[in-house]
């Protein structure tokens, strides 16, 4: 399918691995001048380049002060006007409610919910202007069903998921779209940590927690990267302009919920 997107410009927040990059490699293929951003300026670099299409890599920290500021103003420079932003950034530390404390808490919203409206409060009057624009949101099935030992990215992902379903409401009127991709359990970088964390918590090896994982899921294995970028891509595309304010998990069948 042809997204109708080509020669826009997208910016993909923490895109260098995982599943940010999945969705920078789709939106490349179908034409789209992509920047992604990570903080491993080796890593991003080499990732840029596989990915082609003139794609760029900007480095920075998205939750330090002044990083987006930049960020999206050498993608501007290099690559033109934002129009497409997908935020993202590395999940908060597992644990419970009392194990961290505040500033831990502080920090996770700095990384997980801050960012990612600061992010849309920049890009977001040149889209307006434009009457074009896709903001996709990577934040968890965890909004639908809080996951266990993973009070920080529980409650951080539920204040995103507040901030951008009001945002939707604002802006789709002038042609701005915005929804979030709520990943389940997928193997990327973020569950290798919580893989970790939990062995180590509940006296498991590694192969144990991710057997008890794949039997969790209804389709009886992991997530792969390669499941979650083509929905990404597709609510950038020309033809989901009628889709907003959605939370949309590719997660196997993992959450129940009914909606
Ligand atoms: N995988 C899952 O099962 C799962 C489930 C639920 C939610 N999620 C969430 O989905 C998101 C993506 O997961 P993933 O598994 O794809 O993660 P990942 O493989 O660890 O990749 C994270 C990406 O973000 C970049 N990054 C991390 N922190 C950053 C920061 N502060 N500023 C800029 N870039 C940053 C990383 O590059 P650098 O390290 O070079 O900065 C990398 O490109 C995470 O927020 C995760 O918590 C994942």
Known sequence: MDLGIAGKTALILGGSRGLARSAAEHLAAAGVRVAIN???QQAGQAAAEALGNGAIFVQGDVSQPGVLEAVIAETERECGRVSILLTNAGGPPPGRFTEHGIDVWRR???????SAVEAAQRVLPAMLEDGF??????TSFAVKEPYPNMALANSVRA????A??????????????????LPGLMATGALDRVIR?????DGLSETEVVAAMEKSVPAGRLGRAEDFGPLCA???SRHAGYITGQNIAVDGGLTRSLL
């Open 38 to 40: 990570g903080r491993d």
């Open 133 to 138: 624009g896709r903001i996709v949101n990577i």
């Open 234 to 236: 597709f609510l950038c």
């Open 164 to 181: 951008m379903a009001t945002l939707a409401r604002e802006v789709v009127d002038r042609g701005v779209t915005v929804n979030n991709v």
């Open 159 to 162: 204040g995103l998921t507040g």
């Open 108 to 114: 996770a919203l700095e990384v997980n919910m801050l």
């Open 197 to 201: 964390a939990r062995a180590a918590r």
